[in-house]
Nanobody, 124 residues
Framework: EVPLVESGGGLVQAGGSLRLSCAASGFTFDDYEIAWFRQAPGKEREGLSCISTSDGDGSTYYADFVKGRFTISRDNAKNTAYLQMNNLKPEDTGVYYC???????????????WGKGTLVTVSS
């Protein structure tokens, strides 16, 4: 069983929007912070955003290069997290992953669970 499954990727024109979903199973969703990462072709995986548990008041954190364009959220009743991406740019192209960890971090080695990713392609 895959603990996290991403969906919502696709092809979009620059300036457009996408909403990614991350469905969790097999663990207690609200015990874990959820983070989004992406990996562009030929580049290392980079952290984009993280949302804490309800005990952490659902605090959110963003990398500077997505701040103001991306919004992370979670619905604990649905065991699902989301990443709303607006004003997309060609440099946002990549495979987007969600991950779960105890504590918010943008370091990929700190994650306990990973999804398999969903591809986002932004055309110019």
């Amino acid at each position: 069983e895959v603990p996290l499954v991403e969906s919502g990727g696709g092809l979009v024109q620059a300036g457009g929007s996408l909403r990614l979903s991350c469905a969790a199973s097999g663990f207690t969703f609200d015990d874990y912070e959820i983070a989004w990462f992406r990996q562009a072709p030929g580049k290392e995986r980079e952290g984009l955003s993280c949302i804490s548990t309800s005990d952490g008041d659902g605090s959110t954190y963003y990398a500077d290069f997505v701040k103001g364009r991306f919004t992370i959220s979670r619905d604990n009743a649905k065991n699902t997290a989301y990443l709303q991406m607006n004003n997309l740019k060609p440099e946002d192209t990549g495979v987007y992953y969600c991950a779960a960890a105890k504590g918010c971090t943008f370091y990929s080695y700190g994650m306990d669970y990973w999804g398999k990713g969903t591809l986002v392609t932004v055309s110019s």
